[in-house]
């Protein structure tokens, strides 16, 4: 069945930048009708969606979070990536790369999440 | 901003039935979905668009929205139902974004 597997430094230092890869096995990107998406969640806090990128390279992200974060895939790899800059202590968090199906008027449920990974910046 | 609001904690004994709420403005008009997040692991879907049910998930778990406020129902809760449970919705705004609930910690007595 498909997974989800996220991977990058655990450490980044404040003004730096956030780079996370997320591998998808047992599938493949461009022949699934999914989004992929990026979602984080600070030590003992809730969820928030950073944003989603379609096989076709469309992408939407957070208001708040736009002039940082960028989302990219690369099908022949079969990963999509996300990067965040100018990262202060507010982004530590577990991110959870997941995906969720194309209707907006479905509302975006997230069916599948990998196992997430700790960043930490300090 | 588009907020949804869950009580911060629900508590049950074993099974009883908890109900956990989210609430917004205008949750009317859009669907509503649920996950569990069980202590050091990811979130797994258990609702999707109010009242679905993924394969996989105890028919236990269902969920209802009516007005402003939706409603994840675990009945004859058991002691592996203890998590944290987030809603999630889209913005109302008619952006193309996701929010997510603050969170109902679901303790089994």
């Known amino acids: 069945q498909v997974q989800l597997q996220e991977s990058g430094p655990g450490l980044v230092k404040p003004s730096g930048s956030l780079s996370l890869t997320c591998t998808v096995s047992?599938?493949?990107?461009?022949?699934?009708?999914?989004?992929w998406g990026w979602i984080r969640q600070p030590p003992g806090k809730g969820l928030e969606w950073i944003g989603s990128i379609f096989h076709s390279g469309v992408t939407h992200y957070k208001a708040s979070l736009t002039s940082r974060v960028s989302l990219s895939l690369d099908t022949s790899t079969n990963q999509f990536f996300l990067d965040l800059t100018s990262v202060t202590a507010a982004d530590t968090a577990v991110y959870y790369c997941?995906?969720?199906?194309?209707?907006?008027?479905?509302?975006?449920?997230?069916?599948?999440w990998g196992r997430g990974t700790l960043v930490t910046v300090s | 901003s588009y907020e949804l609001t869950q009580p911060p904690s629900v508590s049950v004994s074993p099974g009883q039935t908890a109900r956990i709420t989210c609430s917004a403005d205008v949750l009317s008009r859009q669907y509503v979905h649920w996950y569990q997040q069980r202590p050091g692991q990811a979130p797994v879907l258990v609702i999707y668009?109010?009242?679905e049910r993924p394969s996989g998930i105890p028919e236990r778990f269902s969920g209802s929205s009516s007005g402003t406020k939706a409603t994840l129902t675990i009945s004859g809760v058991q002691a592996e139902d203890e998590a944290d449970y987030f809603c999630?919705?889209?913005?109302?705004?008619?952006?193309?974004?996701?929010?997510f609930g603050g969170g109902t910690k679901l303790t089994v007595l």
């Open positions: 047992g599938g493949s990107i461009s022949g699934s009708n999914n989004y």
């Open positions: 668009k109010d009242s």
């Open positions: 997941a995906r969720h199906p194309p209707d907006y008027g479905d509302g975006w449920y997230f069916t599948l």
């Open positions: 999630q919705s889209p913005d109302s705004s008619g952006r193309y974004h996701v929010v």
